[in-house]
C-alpha cells in the first residue's frame, strides 16, 4: 500500500497512485481530489478521444466528492462514460455557480476570505484548464456575486451572492443527500446493502438511512430535517410501512422528486405509483443508476427550457 508518486490519469499531472485492493489503485491529486480508478482504466484514459476527451468532466466530480467528504468514487472503463455525459451539458452559469458552491463551502463565517489557487482548484468549476477557470472568477466578480481584492487570489461572497445561494438552494439542487425511506426489515437489509446503497454511491450521492445514524434523539424530527435537506428520495415500498408512503408523501409535498421501487412480486402497490419491479440486486443497482441519470436529466432539460426563455 505504499504511495508512488504517479500520474494522474484524470489531469495527468502529478499524483499519488497505490494499490488500493486487486482491482483498484487508490489516486490522491491536488486537482481531482480522491478516487479509486481500476488499471485497465488508468491505461484507457489518457490516449482516448471522443467523449473521453472529456474526461475533466470526471476531474469536477471526484473533486467535489472529496471535498464534500464523501466515500471516494470507483471508477471503472464500464461507468465514466455514463459519469461524463451526466454533466456534460453543464452551461457556463452552471460553472459559476460551482464556483460559487465552492467558496461557499470554503467560507468559515460571512465575509470570509477564501482563497483560490487557478493551478489546483480549477476542477471546481468542472474546468478543461486554468484559462476556462479565470473566465468564471470574472464571471462572479462582474456579476457581483464576489469581490476580489487586486490582484490577490481571495474571494468574499457579497450580499448579492450570498441571496443569489438561498435562491438557488432552495430545492437542494446542489445537496449531495438522497434520504432513502424503506421498511426497516432484515429480509430488505440486502436490497439496501447491495443495491441500493452502491447505487446511490456510485451515482455520487450520499444515502441517509435513518436508522443507521446514531444518535438520532427524536426520530420524527430527524426524519423531517433529513427529507428537507434531501435532493431527491429513493422510496422502497415492498412491506407497505405507513411512514415510508408518509415521508414519500411529505417530500413530494415539497415539490423533493421521489423515485419509487418494489420488490417484484411483492402485493397490489397503494396508488397508482410509477415503480420500477426488481427481481435481482445486481439489477436493482443498474435500474437506480438509470434512474438517477434520467432524472437528472430531465432536470437539466426543464432548466435549459426555463432559461431559454
Ligand atoms: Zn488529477
Known amino acids: 500500500m505504499a504511495a508512488e508518486s504517479g500520474k494522474c490519469p484524470l489531469c495527468d499531472k502529478n499524483a499519488s497512485v497505490s494499490s488500493y485492493n486487486s482491482a483498484y489503485d487508490s489516486v490522491a491529486c491536488p486537482r481531482c481530489g480522491e478516487f479509486l480508478a481500476t488499471d485497465d482504466l488508468i491505461d484507457f484514459l489518457p490516449g482516448m478521444k471522443g467523449i473521453f476527451g472529456q474526461r475533466y468532466i470526471l476531474s469536477g466530480m471526484t473533486r467535489w466528492n472529496t471535498e464534500r467528504k464523501l466515500r471516494p468514487i470507483s471508477l471503472m472503463t464500464s461507468n465514466v462514460e455514463g459519469f461524463i455525459s451526466d454533466y456534460s451539458a453543464l452551461g457556463v452559469s452552471d460553472k459559476a455557480c460551482k464556483l460559487l458552491e465552492y467558496v461557499k463551502l470554503k467560507s468559515r463565517f460571512p465575509g470570509d476570505e477564501v482563497r483560490i489557487s487557478l493551478g ?46 438561498d435562491e438557488h438552494n432552495r430545492t437542494n439542487v446542489d445537496s449531495s443527500k438522497v434520504f432513502v425511506a424503506m421498511w426497516f426489515d432484515e ?11 452502491p ?42 410501512r405507513p411512514s415510508v408512503y408518509f415521508e414519500a408523501g411529505f417530500a413530494i409535498g415539497l415539490g423533493i422528486p421521489v423515485i419509487w421501487l418494489c420488490r417484484k412480486g411483492s402485493d397490489e402497490l397503494h396508488f397508482d405509483l410509477k415503480r420500477q419491479a426488481l427481481e435481482e440486486r445486481i439489477s436493482l443497482a443498474a435500474l437506480l443508476v438509470k434512474a438517477l441519470r434520467e432524472y437528472l436529466k430531465d432536470q437539466r432539460r426543464t432548466r435549459e427550457n426555463v432559461e431559454s426563455k
Open 199 to 240: 447505487a446511490v454511491t456510485s451515482a455520487g450521492y450520499d444515502s441517509v438511512r435513518i436508522d443507521l445514524k446514531e444518535d438520532v434523539n427524536k426520530i420524527d424530527d430527524e426524519i423531517i430535517a433529513e427529507i428537507r435537506r434531501s435532493r431527491f428520495l429513493v422510496v422502497d415500498v415492498t412491506g407497505h
Open 187 to 197: 429480509s430488505l437489509r440486502p436490497a439496501y446493502d447491495e443495491g441500493i446503497e
Open 120 to 165: 489546483t482548484d480549477y476542477p471546481v468549476a468542472f474546468c478543461n484548464n486554468v484559462g476556462e477557470f479565470s473566465y468564471y472568477l470574472k464571471f462572479l466578480r462582474e456579476s457581483r456575486l464576489v469581490s476580489q481584492l487586486a490582484d490577490q487570489p481571495l474571494l468574499t461572497i457579497t450580499p448579492e451572492g450570498w441571496a443569489w445561494l
